[in-house]
């Protein structure tokens, strides 16, 4: 079964740090584009960033650009996402996704508060 | 504000046709880069609907389907059940952005 489990998040102050990982099982990993996607509560899906099978390309969206950064290691089959600088408007589910033309699937998010 | 339009809302009849549109530009759907569909019922996880423009994943009934032309597209509902209530999606790349976009959501809801 292709799988995505996400961990790592919680609560966090202003300013501060934390790193979120995402564990895929069930599929050949390093052949895949990843994504990190998150959800701000009542909000819409906001794309965080992208991260090619091998890494070349990374792609972040301007709101998180600068603070966050994303990675992967294919030996371990996990993405990570290192968030710093956090805001209060960085609050929500994150969720880790794979390759978005290949129809998925998605993790069962993250859920990251960001306060004081 | 998302680049990819959406209606906020659509409402439809149980067994009636809904279509919810999504509409974009020169630089997303419209520069031909693929549109996906997503539908995510209240407190679960999104879960894609149509991928490709037009293709359903296996478990997703044929009542759901999607097109494209030009710089729009649209995700079609026939037969409108009321499981169906539920936020939907729709995604594309852009290029003058150098990312992925989603539009605002649309929710449905079943009279």
């Known amino acids: 079964e292709v799988q995505l489990v996400e961990s790592g998040g919680g609560l966090v102050n202003p300013a501060g740090s934390l790193r979120l990982s995402c564990a895929a099982s069930?599929?050949?990993?390093?052949?895949?584009?990843m994504n990190w996607v998150r959800q701000a509560p009542g909000k819409g899906l906001e794309w965080v960033s992208s991260i090619s099978s091998a890494s070349s390309y990374i792609y972040y969206a301007d709101s998180v650009k600068g603070r966050f950064t994303i990675s992967r290691d294919n030996a371990k089959n996990s993405l990570y996402l290192q968030m710093n600088s956090l805001r209060a408007e960085d609050t929500g589910v994150y969720y880790c996704?794979?390759?978005?033309?290949?129809?998925?699937?998605w993790g069962q998010g993250t859920l990251v508060t960001v306060s004081s | 504000q998302s680049v990819l339009t959406q209606p906020p809302s659509v409402s439809g009849a149980p067994g009636q046709r809904v279509i919810i549109s999504c509409t974009g530009s020169?630089?997303?759907?419209?520069?031909?880069?693929?549109v996906h569909w997503y539908q995510q019922l209240p407190g679960t996880v999104p879960k894609v609907l149509i991928y490709g423009n037009t293709n359903r994943p296996s478990g997703v009934p044929d009542r759901f389907s999607g097109s494209k032309s030009g710089t729009s597209a649209s995700l079609v509902i026939t037969g409108l059940q009321a499981e169906d209530e539920a936020d939907y999606y729709c995604q594309s790349y852009d290029s003058s952005l150098s990312g992925v976009l989603f539009g605002g959501g649309t929710k449905l809801t079943v009279l």
């Open positions: 996704a794979r390759d978005f033309a290949v129809a998925g699937p």
């Open positions: 069930g599929f050949t990993f390093s052949s895949y584009t």
């Open positions: 020169s630089s997303n759907v419209g520069a031909g880069y693929d």
